[in-house]
């Protein structure tokens, strides 16, 4: 499992359509994006799809997309907290909501390796 940056941003400004989090990766960087709205267990049902896709290598090769969300679905429901816990730990940065956090979703958001 690679380091990663977690965001947390309101996605709704910058998604025309409706997304709690996504998995990218920028020039070999890796980006878990979640609401800022999630809490709770539906943040971290989110969050643990999120890491899936990332864990399973979702980003790194060219899957299909029906394929990707029902291993990331797997995954996550299988997913022990401890693992959980250890993976949380991977995020090297956690970017709040506001500014530049933003930015980094805008940028890629029409890419190719975005997972949702
Ligand atoms: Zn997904």
Redesign the pocket.
């Given at each position: 499992m690679p380091e990663y940056t977690l965001i947390r941003a309101d996605m709704s400004k910058h998604f025309s359509f409706d997304v709690k989090g996504i998995a990218l990766k920028v020039a070999g960087e890796y980006y878990i994006a979640i609401d800022q709205s999630l809490s709770g267990d539906q943040l971290d049902m989110v969050y643990k799809?999120?890491l899936s896709?990332i864990l399973l290598g979702h980003l790194d090769r060219d899957i299909e997309t029906a394929v990707?969300?029902r291993e990331?679905d797997e995954y996550a429901a299988r997913m022990t907290d401890q693992e959980y816990k250890k993976l949380q730990e991977m995020a090297k940065t956690t970017l709040a909501q506001g500014g530049n956090p933003c930015d980094n979703v805008n940028v890629v958001k029409k890419r190719q390796n975005k997972?949702?």
């Open positions: 799809h999120e896709h990707k969300e990331a997972s949702l």
